[in-house]
């Protein structure tokens, strides 16, 4: 099987799991669900392994990813500042997570590590983790900034972009 199709089986069966699924009641990033936030990143986080060649564990990547920011709250809702929020939400997203998933040290360390440098004792300590984080980071731009719902959107665009230019 392919890269792209078993990366997209693994996460097609994550987004299935009804505690994955809990994450579309929670509203995040200019009206994204908690849900498609992290699908976005789960897809921006593969397509950027692609694109740098990096060979990663698609499950673990897959499942650090939809797991990131598991943390099952509304942000309105708690009495929250966005900062502490920020340096906060990976702790709790983590032991909502162990409690009902079997992690492993790479997606335990995804899911704690990726508001990097926010949370700067927190580094990522794999390129699974180093491209969650980032992607974290871009898609939450594109939600926020550009009201972007499905992060292919944009990664679409920049492949038809790249294929018509010298820089590609």
């Known amino acids: 099987m392919e890269r792209k199709e078993e990366f997209f089986r693994i996460l097609q069966e994550l987004e ?17 669900t908690t849900f498609q936030h ?12 692609e694109k740098w060649n990096w060979d990663v564990d698609l499950k673990t990547l897959a499942m650090g990813a939809m797991l990131h920011d598991y ?21 709790t997203a983590l032991e909502n997570a162990r409690e009902r998933f079997d992690l492993n040290p790479k ?5 704690r590590s ?8 927190k580094l990522p300590h794999s390129r699974e983790a180093v491209l969650v984080n980032l992607a974290d980071k871009f898609c939450a731009y594109y939600e926020i900034n550009r ?6 959107e944009i990664l679409g665009k920049r492949n038809r972009k790249a294929a018509n230019s010298n820089f590609g």
């Not at 299935?16 to 994204?32: A, C, M, T």
């Not at 992290?38 to 392994?49: E, I, P, T, W």
């Not at 990726?114 to 004792?121: E, R, V, Y």
């Not at 009201?147 to 292919?152: F, Q, T, V």
């Open 71 to 91: 943390y099952l709250y509304n942000t309105k809702d708690m009495d929250l500042s966005a900062y502490r929020h920020g340096i906060s939400h990976p702790v």
């Open 147 to 152: 009201g972007i719902r499905r992060i292919e």
């Open 38 to 49: 992290c699908h976005n990143v789960a897809v921006c986080s593969f397509y950027l392994a």
């Open 114 to 121: 990726h508001m990097w440098p926010l949370s700067f004792l």
């Open 16 to 32: 299935e799991n009804p505690d994955i699924q809990k994450l579309r009641v929670f509203s995040q990033h200019n009206g994204n």
């Open 107 to 111: 997606m335990e360390n995804i899911i």
